[in-house]
């Protein structure tokens, strides 16, 4: 039998064994939220080799916002068959932290098995307006600030400090739609070069269009196994060695827009810096979230970054941050990589940081 | 607190409250979001105040305060020690910088209904 | 100014609170299950989906058996004929009404469905409706069909005899 790692949080090994993405799309018109989940559940049981009745626990993330419904978390459950009655949770965040949940959820000893999905459909509504309704709602909110405004000032941060360029920007972003074009689930897919990115127009200075994410709709589902239940379940386990999570103020002119203290905080707690890192996937939907995210991990030049194209090449809301975790256990579970870092974002301006370590055995 | 906030934006006035140590946050909250340490002591901020990060609105959406070309901005009264995001009515991209100073822009006393809307924007300081 | 409130001299006081009005308009995607569903209700007809694997029938669906989590592909037209399983009679107004009351809205099991849905149930004296009655669809005029639920003007009785009780318990 091959040995686990050692792990810095919880007393119980838990490991990523299959994960599953449908392709993200602007706009899945022919899906709702059942049709578009359906597939990747039955991918991702497959992988594992697994059933939804040996499943021990189940957890999902998504937010009504993006439907405009209440409670369409409990519709999507007809996408697994929930009968006879399953234990169940749901987060109303990205998928990652109902995978957050599950790895709590599975300390506890008495199951060995739990499925973390997201899904979210952007296509629905108006994404600023939707967005808006999580800022203050006495003194931002009612100004109506966009998402692209908001980045603009973090971004302008970060120039500001001497942490980046809008050059930078560009070539993140062309870095970022080059790699989606070996990943058969990114929704941009291009060979830019910097020069002409840096000839698009401004949409809000200092962003131009390639700063910002795609809209897409997308899900993404991960199995999670304990213990020797791992080693069943995937040839090479993606053990999660650290995982935390971390909240700053919701005040975001209270912070510093450029650094990301959440970020190293929960990266410290998870031990990023204990050992080699072989790929990084990072939740941040705009090009100069990158290079914060980046400085907070501590993490080297030589560090592949989203190697799948992250979040500019693809951007399903509450499913994002779950595909980060899901790409990165994906290389350790291929044998292409042995220790990989996830990242995690939510709030407005990287507010909310989860930052998890994979590792092979 | 923000019922302090919104009662002085109607009287024209821009106010703070003191966090630990003494630094002032604005807009003013009960609890110092760094030390969740009760916040005491109101002080009033203002109306100059600094710019300490900008992105510029060449084509306003629908639902933005001003129709015309403006910059979002985090906007750091004198006397705070935070900043507020609101709105800076410049003119041109040209006039923006890091650092500039603004001041604010009230609506008429007795249009004033103690709201966002009773900042109608920022500009800079030697516009007014 | 008092140290933890602002104090004015304005006659109307503090401000206690602020109305910070929101809208938010969506486009709904059926999806291609719910779709047929909604097609059939434009040409006058139940549309409904058999799960492959336990065989139940499922009107409306959302595209997949809630309990076996697998997709419905095989289409089924039901008949205009059901049973009522549970129902109750509306009293109370409330916002947004558009029929008058006192009225009967009832659980509809459609003949050859495994899933009830809620209907209004008209032509039936309010102390007549009992769980087991056998009602039947009114469809509006052809020329007002529409791809929703609107296109069928009520349920009313049959005149059938009641349906027995073990044939629609495990829909309650």
Same mark, same amino acid.
């Given at each position: 039998?091959?040995?686990?790692p050692a792990t810095?949080?919880?007393?119980r090994?838990?490991?990523?064994v299959g994960?599953?993405q !449908?392709?993200?799309?602007?706009?899945?018109?022919?899906s709702?939220?059942?049709?578009?989940?359906l597939?990747?559940i039955h991918d991702v $049981?497959?992988?594992?080799?697994?059933?939804k009745d +040996?499943i021990?626990?189940?957890?999902?993330?998504?937010?009504?916002y993006?439907?405009?419904g209440?409670?369409?978390f409990?519709?999507?459950?007809?996408?697994?068959?929930v009968w006879?009655?399953?234990? +169940?949770?749901?987060?109303e965040m990205d998928?990652?932290?109902?995978l957050?949940?599950?790895?709590?959820?599975?300390q506890?000893?008495?199951?060995?098995t739990?499925l973390?999905?997201?899904?979210?459909?952007s296509?629905?509504g108006?994404?600023?307006?939707?967005y808006n309704?999580?800022?203050?709602p006495y003194?931002m909110?009612?100004?109506?600030?966009?998402?692209?405004?908001?980045?603009?000032?973090?971004?302008?941060?970060v120039?500001?400090?001497?942490?980046?360029? +809008?050059?930078?920007?560009?070539r993140i972003?062309?870095r970022? *739609? *080059?790699?989606?074009m070996t990943?058969p689930?990114?929704q941009i897919?291009?060979?830019?070069?910097?020069?002409?990115?840096?000839?698009?127009?401004?949409?809000?200075?200092?962003?131009?269009?390639?700063?910002?994410?795609?809209?897409?709709?997308?899900a993404?589902a991960?199995?999670l196994a304990?213990g020797?239940k791992?080693?069943?379940?995937a040839?090479?386990?993606a053990?999660i060695?650290?995982?935390?999570h *971390?909240i700053?103020t919701?005040? $975001?002119?209270? *912070?510093?827009l450029?650094?990301?203290?959440?970020?190293?905080?929960a990266?410290a707690?998870?031990?990023?810096?204990?050992?080699?890192?072989?790929?990084? +996937?990072?939740?941040?939907p705009?090009?100069?979230?990158?290079l914060?995210v980046?400085?907070?991990?501590?993490?080297?030049d030589s560090v592949?970054? !989203?190697p799948?194209?992250?979040?500019?090449?693809a !951007?399903?809301?509450?499913s994002?941050?779950?595909?980060?975790?899901?790409e990165?256990a994906?290389a350790?579970?291929?044998g292409?990589?042995?220790?990989?870092?996830?990242?995690?974002?939510?709030g407005?301006?990287?507010?909310?940081?989860?930052?998890?370590?994979?590792?092979?055995a | 607190?923000i019922?302090?906030?919104?009662?002085?934006l109607?009287?024209?006035?821009l106010?703070g409250?003191?966090?630990t140590g003494?630094k002032?946050?604005f807009?003013p909250?009960?609890?110092?979001?760094?030390?969740?340490?009760?916040t005491?002591g109101?002080?009033n901020?203002?109306p100059?105040?600094?710019?300490?990060?900008?992105?510029w609105?060449s &084509?306003?959406?629908? &639902?933005h305060?001003?129709?015309?070309?403006f910059a979002?901005?985090?906007? &750091?009264?004198d006397?705070?020690?935070?900043?507020?995001?609101h709105?800076?009515?410049?003119?041109?991209?040209s006039?923006m910088?890091?650092?500039?100073?603004?001041?604010?822009?009230f609506?008429?006393?007795?249009?004033?209904?103690?709201?966002?809307?009773?900042?109608v924007?920022?500009?800079?300081e030697e516009?007014? | /100014?008092?140290d933890?409130?602002?104090?004015?001299?304005?006659?109307?006081g503090?401000?206690?609170? @602020?109305d910070?009005?929101s809208?938010?308009e969506?486009?709904?995607?059926?999806?291609?299950?719910l779709?047929?569903? @909604?097609r059939?209700?434009?040409r006058?007809?139940?549309i409904?989906?058999?799960?492959?694997v336990?065989?139940?029938?499922?009107?409306?669906?959302?595209g997949s058996?809630?309990?076996d989590?697998?997709?419905?592909?095989?289409?089924?037209? @039901?008949?205009?004929?059901g049973?009522?399983t549970?129902f109750?009679?509306?009293n109370?107004p409330?916002a947004?009404q558009s029929i008058?009351i006192?009225?009967?809205?009832?659980?509809?099991l @459609?003949?050859?469905?495994?899933l009830?849905? /809620?209907g209004?149930?008209?032509?039936c004296?309010?102390?007549?409706?009992?769980m087991g /009655?056998?009602?039947?669809?009114?469809?509006v005029?052809?020329?007002?069909?529409?791809?929703s639920?609107?296109?069928?003007?009520y349920f009313?009785?049959?005149?059938?005899?009641?349906?027995?009780?073990e044939?629609?318990q495990?829909?309650?």
């Open positions: 039998m091959s040995t686990i810095r949080q919880g007393h090994p838990v490991a990523i994960f599953s !449908n392709h993200s799309v602007r706009s899945d018109s022919t709702n939220e059942v049709e578009m989940l597939p990747v $049981f497959n992988r594992a080799g697994l059933t +040996e021990g626990f189940i957890c999902s993330g998504s937010t009504d993006l439907i405009g209440p409670f369409s409990v519709t999507a459950l007809d996408a697994i068959g006879p009655p399953k234990s +169940e949770s749901h987060v998928g990652a932290w109902a957050y949940e599950a790895f709590v959820r599975l506890e000893g008495d199951l060995d739990a973390v999905y997201g899904f979210g459909k296509s629905l108006d994404l600023n307006e939707i309704l999580q800022l203050d003194t909110a009612p100004l109506h600030p966009d998402l692209v405004s908001l980045a603009a000032l973090q971004a302008r941060a120039i500001d400090q001497g942490l980046g360029t +809008e050059e930078d920007f560009a972003a062309a970022s *739609r *080059r790699d989606a990943n689930y990114a897919k291009r060979d830019d070069d910097v020069a002409s990115l840096m000839r698009e127009p401004y949409l809000v200075s200092p962003l131009r269009r390639h700063c910002l994410p795609p809209i897409s709709d997308g993404s991960i199995i304990a020797e791992a080693f069943e379940l040839e090479h386990p053990w060695t650290g995982i935390d *971390r700053e919701h005040a $975001f002119g209270a *912070r510093n450029a650094v990301s203290t959440s970020t190293a905080k990266a707690i998870a031990g990023v810096g204990e050992g080699h890192v072989d790929l990084a +996937e990072l939740l941040t705009f090009a100069h979230q990158e914060i980046k400085a907070a991990l501590g993490l080297s592949a970054i !989203n799948s194209g992250g979040p500019l090449a !951007n399903p809301l509450m994002g941050g779950l595909n980060r975790l899901g990165a994906q350790i579970l291929d292409r990589a042995t220790r990989t870092v996830a990242h995690a974002t939510g407005p301006l990287l507010q909310q940081n989860l930052v998890c370590v994979l590792e092979g | 607190m019922g302090s906030f919104l009662t002085a109607r009287d024209g006035v106010i409250i003191k966090g003494g002032v946050i807009p909250t009960e609890y110092d979001p760094d030390t969740a340490e009760e005491s109101i002080v901020v203002g100059g105040a600094v710019v300490t990060s900008w992105g609105v &084509q306003p959406l629908k &639902q305060p001003l129709a015309h070309p979002w901005a985090l906007i &750091q009264p006397g705070a020690d935070t900043a507020m995001l709105v800076v009515d410049a003119g041109s991209e006039a910088a890091t650092g500039m100073r603004v001041t604010a822009t609506r008429p006393a007795d249009e004033r209904i103690g709201a966002m809307a009773d900042l924007a920022f500009v800079p516009a007014k | /100014m008092s933890q409130t602002y104090v004015t001299s304005d006659p109307r503090s401000i206690t609170k @602020l910070t009005p809208r938010l969506y486009f709904f995607t059926a999806g291609t299950s779709s047929k569903n @909604l059939g209700y434009q006058g007809q139940f409904g989906q058999r799960c492959p336990c065989s139940k029938v499922y009107v409306p669906s959302r058996c809630p309990v989590g697998v997709a419905l592909t095989e289409e089924v037209e @039901l008949k205009n004929t049973t009522v549970t109750c009679v509306v109370v409330f947004g008058k006192p009225y009967i809205a009832g659980q509809i @459609l003949d050859g469905a495994n009830s849905f /809620m209004l149930i008209q032509e004296e309010l102390e007549e409706v009992r /009655m056998r009602v039947e669809a009114v469809w005029d052809k020329a007002d069909l529409v791809p639920l609107a296109s069928v003007k009313r009785p049959t005149g059938e005899p009641d349906a027995a009780y044939t629609y495990e829909y309650l």
